[in-house]
């Protein structure tokens, strides 16, 4: 039944391999017409385009003379993207997924610091307030999953909440917590030692004492548990050799 | 090559291979704990049996983004990185000079169920924030979606709307042109003043150009990608300030120079 299923699927792709392209270029045609009247736009699509790349994403992108920078102590997960004007301090952990594009202006993540899962941090040309629109993010600083970050400061031991938003200009200052699912809007200043929350954020309470010690010691013990994925990665992949072996298997010279 | 190479080459060949079998006993060693490194699956643009995408060939579209089924991507527009545009049950038209910024989701409602027909379409020049949700609705011209907004089923933005940053826009809903929602779920916040409606499209222009940049740098084979890393390090420590100071021209090699439609366009103005 299975072996009936594949000729068939093998004949319907070759039957329809000819006829798939101009039915491909027919839709092309058919949305170019219905498309006409909001403005002429074509889709040319290029042969050159890769539809998969052996490498994968690279995990450091160099834009001209900008090279991301990573510290040697640092822990950056093999799918985080590093554009341009990155810098990973010692101790500092980037995990699974994140995206750190300094392509406009400079991004720091300090000192046992981390930036979660899935964060997207970013830095704009120029932010509303006087401040400089680069993105810093001094030492001992926790910031949650799916936060977003854009040409903000904070400053040393805070912490950003899950699934938060900092807008341009936005300042926290030392010992501040930003509650999960904060928005902070553009160009607002969180005060020292401060709980803030809401969308957009509002102050709820000043933190006792116990909490902004505790605020460090989160930031340690996240740092503590980077190790142990840092050891596992060899500061060398071991791809190359599948990559040879791919291509003596289809006769490219290397 | 000589006769010395051949046999440098040779033994350097028999070192490799031991270098691989004491690979082989460590991953031994390691028993079931070991993951072997592979090749990377990824597909950057994949279809779903007889939908493909169609990416225009000014478009860019980041190695990590991965786009599914039937999706249009127009002239100029980016995905950028860790963006899933995934057209599997309905289509996605993505029009000219937009950009979806980074780990986004666009997905689409299912199709031609209970009448139901909800594709996403996202106009021109629309910038779509990062780690934006837009599920089944139809983004006009020009419009603005910030950052980790949510668009559920059926939400029209119109041209010149506004969804601010964070918020959830509920089903069905419109935004009317030169507003701006926000919120969970969106209200109406305020009318948008037309500096603000120049700056949208400004700013999609200059994503667009950012994009130039970044399609470059992401599609360098190998070999230029070393080249370049050393020609950065050579070059590291040369400053145009101090040479100039000095009295010396230096060449900086164009292959290590960024575009100009990177930089600031209000300090190039200056």
Same mark, same amino acid.
């Given at each position: 039944?299975?072996?009936?299923?594949?000729?068939?699927?093998?004949?319907?792709?070759?039957?329809?391999?000819? #006829?798939?392209?101009?039915?491909?270029?027919?839709?092309?045609?058919?949305?170019?017409?219905?498309?006409?009247?909001? #403005?002429?736009?074509?889709?040319?699509?290029?042969?050159?385009?890769?539809?998969?790349?052996?490498?994968?994403?690279?995990?450091?992108?160099?834009? #001209?003379?900008?090279?991301?920078?990573?510290?040697?102590?640092?822990?950056?997960?093999?799918?985080?993207?590093?554009?341009g004007q990155v810098t990973v301090c010692d101790g500092a952990s980037v995990w699974a997924g994140s995206v750190l594009r300094g392509d406009l202006n400079k991004i720091t993540v300090g000192f046992c610091s981390n930036v979660q899962e899935r964060c997207v941090i970013h830095a704009a040309w120029s932010s509303p307030t006087g401040l400089p629109a680069e993105t810093s993010i001094e030492r001992f600083v926790t910031i949650g999953a799916y936060s977003l970050l854009r040409s903000c400061t904070i400053e040393p031991e805070c912490i950003i909440g899950q699934h938060s938003i900092l807008m341009e200009g936005s300042l926290v200052e030392?010992?501040?917590?930003?509650?999960?699912?904060?928005?902070?809007?553009?160009?607002?200043?969180?005060?020292?030692?401060?709980?803030?929350? #809401?969308?957009?954020?509002?102050?709820?309470?000043?933190?006792t004492h116990e909490e902004t010690l505790e605020i460090p010691k989160l930031a340690v013990a996240i740092n503590d548990l980077s190790k142990s994925h840092f050891s596992e990665f060899l500061p060398y992949s071991t791809v190359y050799l599948e990559v040879e072996k791919f291509k003596k298997n289809l006769g490219i010279s290397i | 090559m000589g006769t010395l190479g051949r046999a440098v080459y040779t033994v350097g060949f028999w070192i490799r291979e031991t270098g691989q079998a004491l690979d082989r006993l460590g991953c031994r060693l390691q028993g079931n704990y070991y993951f072997q490194e592979q090749l990377s699956r990824h597909r950057t643009l994949m279809n779903i049996f007889d939908k493909a995408p169609a990416v225009d060939k000014d478009a860019f579209v980041a190695p990590s983004a991965s786009i599914i089924g039937d999706v249009q991507v127009g002239r100029g527009s980016s995905i950028?990185?860790?963006?899933?545009?995934?057209?599997?049950?309905? *289509?996605? *038209?993505?029009?000219?000079?937009?950009?979806?910024?980074?780990?986004?989701?666009v997905h689409v409602a299912k199709s031609n169920l209970s009448g139901k027909v909800l594709p996403t379409i996202i106009g021109d020049n629309v910038t779509v924030g990062h780690s934006a949700v837009l599920h089944g609705c139809t983004v006009e011209d020009d419009a603005f979606v910030g950052m980790g907004a949510t668009l559920l089923d059926g939400v029209v933005v119109e041209r010149h709307g506004m969804v601010a940053a964070g918020s959830l826009v509920r089903q069905n809903t419109r935004i009317p042109?030169?507003?701006?929602?926000?919120?969970?779920?969106?209200?109406?916040?305020?009318?948008?003043?037309?500096?603000?409606?120049?700056?949208? *499209?400004? *700013?999609?222009?200059?994503?667009?150009?950012?994009?130039?940049?970044?399609?470059?740098?992401?599609?360098?084979?190998?070999?230029?990608?070393?080249?370049?890393?050393?020609?950065?390090?050579?070059?590291?420590?040369?400053?145009e300030e101090y040479d100039s100071m000095l009295g010396v021209v230096r060449e900086t090699p164009p292959e290590i120079i960024l575009p100009d439609n990177i930089k600031d366009p209000k300090a190039s103005q200056k």
């Open positions: 039944m299975a072996a009936l299923a594949r000729i068939t699927r093998k004949a319907m792709i070759n039957t329809l391999s000819p #006829g798939h392209v101009i039915q491909r270029a027919l839709s092309t045609s058919a949305a170019a017409t219905t498309t006409t009247t909001a #403005g002429a736009k074509t889709i040319t699509p290029s042969a050159d385009r890769v539809k998969w790349d052996y490498r994968g994403q690279r995990q450091i992108i160099p834009l #001209g003379q900008w090279l991301p920078k990573v510290a040697v102590d640092a822990y950056v997960a093999p799918n985080v993207v590093l554009a030392t010992h501040s917590i930003l509650e999960a699912g904060s928005l902070v809007p553009p160009g607002r200043r969180i005060p020292t030692g401060e709980l803030w929350a #809401g969308n957009p954020a509002r102050f709820v309470r000043t933190l | 950028w990185y860790g963006c899933v545009l995934r057209g599997d049950v309905n *289509s996605i *038209s993505v029009g000219s000079g937009t950009n979806i910024q980074d780990n986004s989701l042109s030169g507003e701006v929602w926000g919120g969970n779920p969106a209200k109406f916040l305020r009318k948008l003043t037309d500096e603000e409606i120049t700056f949208i *499209s400004q *700013s999609a222009t200059n994503y667009s150009n950012l994009a130039q940049v970044h399609a470059a740098e992401n599609s360098k084979p190998f070999d230029e990608i070393e080249f370049e890393k050393v020609l950065r390090k050579k070059f590291a420590h040369r400053d």
